[in-house]
C-alpha cells in the first residue's frame, strides 16, 4: 500500500517521535529529581533502590530460564531450534528500564483526597535509581558477556534469511530471462543483472546448511562494501565542493545527499 519513500519516512519518523517522547521522560525526571531529593533521607531509598534492582535481574533471569520451557511444553515448537542457556542469560541480563517504568513513576498523583500522594517522592526515586543502574550496568558489559559466552547471531535466523534472499534471487532472475525472451533487451544489460543476482546467490548458499564459504566469496563482499563507503565518503566530499563552488542548487545538494545517504544506510545493514 505504501511505496518505498513513504515507508523510509514513516520509520523515520516513529523513530524520531520515539526518541523525542524518552528524551522527555528523562527531561522530565531530570527536572523533578533535585525537587525529589530536597530533604529526602538517601539511606533507606538507596537500599530499597538496590533491592530492587537486585529483583529485576533475579526475576527475569528466573523467568527466562523457566517460561520459554514451560511455553514449549504447552505449544510445542515447528522444528525451531531451543534456545541455549547461553543465550538465555543474555537475555535475563539485558532486562533494562526506561521509558515505561519513568512514565509510570511519573503518573502518580501529586496528592490523593487532599493529601500529599505517601512516598511520591521515594517511588520516582527508587525508580530513577533503578533504571539508572540498569542501564549502566547491563549496558556496559552486554557486550563483553555475548564475547565471553560466544553467542552471535543465531544460526538458525541466518540460515532463514539466507534462504529466502536467494529465493528472491532466483525469482528476480527468472524474471530476467522472461523479459529476455519477450523484448530485445541489450545484452550488456542482460549479462549486467545476471552477473549482480548470480553473485549474490554463490554468496549466500554456502549459509543454508551452515557451510564455510570457501570461495571468499563473503570476504569479497565485505571488501566490496568497505570499498562502497569509501567511494560514498568521496562522493561526499566532492559534492559538497559542488555546493560551495555554487556549481549545484541547495535543492539538489540535499536530494544527492539523501540518496548516498540511503545507499550508506543499506551497506551498514
Not at 52 to 81: D, K, N, Q
Not at 243 to 253: D, N, Y
Request: net charge neutral; hydrophobic share 45%; aromatic share 4%.
Amino acid at each position: 500500500m505504501l511505496s518505498p519513500t513513504s515507508r523510509l519516512r514513516t520509520l523515520g519518523f516513529w523513530e524520531a517521535l520515539t526518541f523525542l517522547l524518552e528524551s522527555v521522560l528523562f527531561l522530565l525526571i531530570g527536572l523533578q529529581l533535585p525537587h525529589i531529593t530536597h530533604g529526602l533521607s538517601l539511606g533507606r531509598p538507596l537500599v530499597y533502590a538496590a533491592a530492587v534492582v537486585v529483583a529485576l535481574v533475579a526475576v527475569r533471569m528466573a523467568w527466562m530460564f523457566t517460561v520459554p520451557s514451560l511455553v514449549r511444553l504447552a505449544r510445542p515448537s515447528r522444528g525451531e531450534p531451543l534456545q541455549t542457556p547461553a543465550e538465555l542469560a543474555v537475555l535475563g541480563w539485558s532486562g533494562m528500564r526506561g521509558g515505561v517504568s519513568l512514565a509510570a513513576a511519573l503518573a502518580l498523583p501529586l496528592t490523593a483526597d487532599g493529601h500529599a500522594f505517601p512516598d511520591r517522592a521515594n517511588i520516582t526515586f527508587i525508580a530513577y535509581v533503578a533504571i539508572a543502574a540498569t542501564l549502566v550496568i547491563p549496558g556496559l558489559t552486554l557486550s563483553s558477556v555475548v564475547r565471553r559466552l560466544g553467542l552471535g547471531e543465531e544460526e538458525a535466523v541466518a540460515r532463514e534469511e539466507a534462504k529466502a534472499r536467494v529465493a528472491l534471487a532466483h525469482a528476480a532472475l527468472g524474471h530476467i530471462e522472461e523479459m529476455a525472451e519477450r523484448e530485445e533487451l541489450p545484452q550488456p544489460l542482460l549479462d549486467q543483472l545476471r552477473m549482480t543476482y548470480e553473485l549474490r546467490i554463490s554468496r549466500l548458499e554456502p549459509r543454508l546448511d551452515g557451510r564455510q564459504d570457501s570461495s571468499g566469496a563473503a570476504q569479497d563482499a565485505q571488501r566490496a562494501r568497505e570499498l562502497r563507503r569509501e567511494l560514498i565518503g568521496t562522493e561526499r566530499r566532492r559534492l559538497a565542493e559542488l555546493r560551495r563552488r555554487r556549481q549545484i542548487s541547495a535543492h539538489s545538494q540535499r536530494q544527492i545527499e539523501h540518496e548516498l545517504d540511503l545507499e550508506e544506510s543499506r551497506l551498514a545493514q
